[in-house]
């Protein structure tokens, strides 16, 4: 049974909007210390769990206009506020961050920008890459095995996620550049 693309009461799409509301109790379990919290992995785990659940829903159901906007907002709104918790609590450094934010939100713009023109931009492999580094930098920054023992293991997910977001920041601005040049050539002939 295909849901309507319209339709926004969808179980995909309570999927979704719920992640984005149970988030910030997540970020509260961050603890001060530095020292990793089971509690704090076990619902990170949870939220990233359910990315590939309100997926799974979509796939199996039909995807909506409103899940293929909001899905990708809360994936970059749970990322990016568990890091920006991790910098307040002098975990992550804000350089890398920063940078990832600043992808994030210009790849945004576009998509909302090319979404008024009817153009979908989905996310490239690459992307999808980026995606499950971010979280495994995040999950290794709180888990206590590796939050003070094994520091290394996710500061160098965390810059794997940089290099990723600016790879594929590159191929959609590539695309776009020649799915424009295309688009120029054909209504020229």
């Not at 506020?81 to 961050?97: C, G, H, K, Q």
């Not at 931009?121 to 980026?130: C, E, L, M, Q």
């Not at 965390?158 to 695309?175: D, E, K, N, P, T």
Request: charged fraction near 15%; proline fraction near 4%.
């Amino acid at each position: 049974m295909s849901v309507d693309p319209t339709a926004i009461a969808t179980w995909a799409n309570l999927v979704t909007v719920a992640r984005m509301f149970i988030s910030p109790v997540m970020f509260i379990l961050i603890p001060e210390d530095r020292a990793g919290s089971w509690i704090a992995l076990g619902a990170w785990f949870l939220l990233c769990v359910s990315d590939g659940i309100d997926g799974y829903l979509a796939r199996r159901h039909g995807s909506t206009n409103f899940g293929a906007f909001v899905d990708p907002l809360a994936d970059k709104f749970l990322v990016l506020l568990a890091m920006i918790t991790l910098i307040d609590r002098n975990v992550f450094w804000w350089l890398p961050v920063i940078i990832i934010f600043a992808r994030e939100f210009t790849m945004s713009l576009y998509r909302v920008f090319v979404g008024t023109r009817g153009v979908s931009v989905p996310a490239s492999k690459i992307a999808k890459w980026k995606t499950i580094a971010q979280q495994l930098s995040v999950a290794l920054a709180i888990a206590p095995l590796t939050a003070l023992r094994a520091t290394w293991s996710w500061k160098s997910l965390l810059w794997v996620s940089v290099v990723l977001a600016l790879i594929s920041f590159g191929q959609y601005m590539w695309r776009a550049h020649r799915n424009n040049a295309m688009s120029r050539m054909a209504h020229a002939s």
